[in-house]
């Protein structure tokens, strides 16, 4: 069964500047402990945000992608490494996961591979790649993969959570993009399901953007999140029981 001490929810502030970004944490004050900094927020505000945010007292999940050549990436990723960051995203590529491992060094820095992207299905990979790819398939390869590099867990679509969970046991951090109630739409993502669907499946977090930092009361959707994992978890079997 879900731990329900432990909140699961990541607030993603996809915004253009850092004073709209600053204004919602203020806004949402104690009701969220955990914030995701991604391209849009770093391009606009840089590490100074990220700084920003951890020295409120805030965790910081810088949502970066990274994904380049190995020296670059473990330059890269050395100097996230020194900050107060909790949870940096690389590329699920095996070359890239080893090379951020070195650049994490000893740190407490938590390392994530992104699998495949939520918004991407079988036809974009097959167009992207050329030929008929299983999404299943190649986010079960990149799961391995991760395990095999050593990083800490890994991002994937809450449909394929579960999936993943079989793959990894219980030794990674699952955390699950493409998170939307029953009232919410899916907008650009494709694979996605409701919060207490994502956390039953195994997820340990869910990143959640548009429906909180667009809602006219976010305090009050975070509530209502809240209590839709609350009463999912009492209705669905709880993980590893048949």
């Not at 929810?9 to 944490?25: F, K, T, W």
């Not at 806004?27 to 990220?50: H, P, Q």
């Not at 998170?179 to 669907?197: F, H, I, L, N, Y």
Request: charged share 25%.
């Amino acid at each position: 069964m879900p731990d329900m001490n432990h909140d699961p929810i990541i607030v993603a502030l996809d915004l253009s500047d850092a004073d709209q970004a600053r204004a919602l944490v203020q806004r949402l004050g104690n009701a969220v402990s955990f914030y995701k900094v991604g391209m849009e927020l770093y391009a606009a505000a840089g590490m100074n945000f990220a700084w920003e945010l951890a020295d409120s007292g805030k965790r910081v999940f810088l949502d970066l992608k990274m994904y380049d050549i190995p020296e670059t990436i473990k330059r890269a990723v050395k100097q996230v490494a020194k900050t107060d960051v909790e949870f940096l995203t690389v590329h699920a590529r095996l070359s890239v996961m080893q090379a951020a491992m070195d650049g994490r060094g000893t740190s407490s820095l938590k390392l994530l591979g992104v699998s495949v992207l939520t918004s991407m299905d079988e036809q974009d990979l097959l167009i992207d790649t050329g030929y008929p790819a299983r999404v299943s398939e190649l986010v079960a390869l990149r799961s391995r993969n991760a395990m095999a590099a050593g990083v800490d867990g890994i991002v994937c679509s809450p449909l394929d959570v579960g999936a993943v969970r079989g793959v990894t046991g219980n030794k990674a951090i699952l955390v699950t993009p493409g998170v939307r109630s029953r009232a919410g739409t899916a907008m650009d993502q494709k694979r996605v399901a409701t919060p207490a669907e994502a956390v039953a499946a195994g997820a340990d977090y869910l990143v959640i953007g548009r429906e909180v930092t667009r809602a006219n009361d976010p305090v009050a959707e975070i509530e209502r999140i809240h209590g839709e994992i609350e009463a999912g978890s009492r209705m669905v079997t709880p993980r590893g029981v048949a």
